[in-house]
């Protein structure tokens, strides 16, 4: 393995921070929307085997909430009772 000298190390920070600091200029002035789904793509690669694990468990969790409410198990509530009871509750 090889051992950076104080000057390659800075060398190669100085580049990433180049990098990073064109890109955000580059991406900065992109859209709202465009700029959230790049967000979402990026902390995708940040833990993958860990991402795959929550979209399962929250497949399963939708699974199981569609099953009881074809069962009869729960009751559908209107977005807009929803958002009603969050404001009565936000007012208390």
Known sequence: MKILSWFEHHS???KSFAIEAKSLRTLC???????????DKLLE???QP???????LWANEVEDR???YEGGEIKVISRN????????????
Not at 29 to 39: F, G, H, I, K, Y
Not at 50 to 56: A, G, I, K, L
Not at 81 to 92: D, Q, S
Request: proline share 5%.
């Open 12 to 14: 190669a920070l100085h």
């Open 29 to 39: 002035p992109l859209p709202a929307r465009s700029r959230t789904r790049l967000a």
């Open 45 to 47: 690669t940040l833990d």
């Open 50 to 56: 860990r991402q795959r694990e929550f979209d399962t």
């Open 66 to 68: 569609i099953d009881a």
């Open 81 to 92: 009772e929803v958002f009603r009871k969050l404001r009565i509750k936000k007012n208390r």
